[in-house]
């Protein structure tokens, strides 16, 4: 009979250097709330205003679960204040469905409130609504998570689906402060600390940041791709503003990014300067003198 050998643990010491952490939370079953949510992100030193945003439209669409039964719900417009869906009754008759428009109902973004000419089916919306805007969900507890990260912190997917993530070590504190909302609310969060000189621990945490960051600089080159000339101004600003803040995360991060930073840097100037060239051409002036954006 052969026995295993179990490869001892690598002793890591108190004063070891932290490239940063490794991170996965999960919320399964998780129903909280809308008060109680604000209140474990004031205890827990956080936005509360995170939670405001969770908007009655993203609620609307876990209600409409419940009033689908024999019909079909479809947004069919949208602008700054409402959004309109039309209710359309399904009927089987033999083997054939047969559908009909019911009705349009009109949802108000900002106050949650909802209008038809059903006044029965109107009533029922809005109950449903009242009762998804009021109970928090585990997804909606991973979208503020999202939020705030996306404000105060990185998120760098180590696998493609996502669901787990490396975060540097700068952001310890702000990790502990998720750990603490989440426990106050019944979710977890596992915590992975990756230590720096192991050759495969500093080779992903490369390869997790660089493509990271690859992955918003081609974003950036793709919004600017779809800009033309009915692109307002504060869209343009806001691109601009997102280019200038990944170059500053580009030096921030240079420790982890190796050879890679070189690249990095080529690719966001080269977004830069199609972003100014946009912009040259959208207002007609020549590009030989580059403006500023």
């Known amino acids: 009979m052969t026995t295993a050998t179990v490869p001892l643990p690598v002793p890591v010491g108190a004063g070891t250097r932290l490239l940063g952490e490794v991170i996965a939370w999960a919320c399964p079953g998780i129903s909280v709330t809308h008060s109680a949510l604000v209140r474990a992100l004031e205890d827990a030193g956080l936005d509360p205003g995170v939670a405001r945003e969770l908007a009655p439209r993203h609620a609307f669409s876990r209600a409409c679960k419940r009033l689908s039964d024999q019909r079909i719900i479809r947004p069919v417009s949208e602008d700054a204040a409402v ?55 585990g997804s909606d507890i991973t979208k503020v998570v999202q939020r705030l990260f996306e404000r105060q912190a990185d998120l760098f997917p180590i696998r493609p689906q996502g669901g787990c993530y490396f975060t540097p070590a700068c952001h310890v504190a702000f990790i502990d402060k998720i750990q603490d909302l989440l426990n106050r609310v019944g979710g977890r969060l596992l915590r992975f600390p990756v230590p720096a000189g192991t050759e495969e621990g500093d080779r992903s945490v490369t390869q997790a940041v660089a493509d990271g960051l690859a992955a918003v600089v081609a974003e950036h080159r793709a919004a600017v791709v779809q800009f033309g000339t009915d692109t307002r101004d504060d869209t343009l600003a806001r691109a601009a503003e997102k280019i200038r803040t990944t170059k ?45 954006v």
């Open 83 to 137: 959004v309109k869906f039309q209710f359309t009754q399904e009927s089987r008759e033999g083997d054939r469905y047969e559908y009909r428009l019911e009705t349009t109902l009109t949802l108000d973004k900002q106050t949650g409130a909802v209008t038809c000419e059903l006044p029965g089916l109107a009533t029922m919306a809005q109950e449903e609504l009242d009762r998804c805007i009021a109970a928090r969900t």
């Open 248 to 292: 500053f995360k580009l030096a921030a991060y240079a420790e982890y990014l190796a050879g890679e930073k070189s690249r990095l840097d080529s690719a966001v100037a080269d977004a830069e300067r199609e972003l100014r060239e946009k912009v040259e051409r959208i207002a007609g002036t020549p590009t030989a003198e580059p403006a500023t």
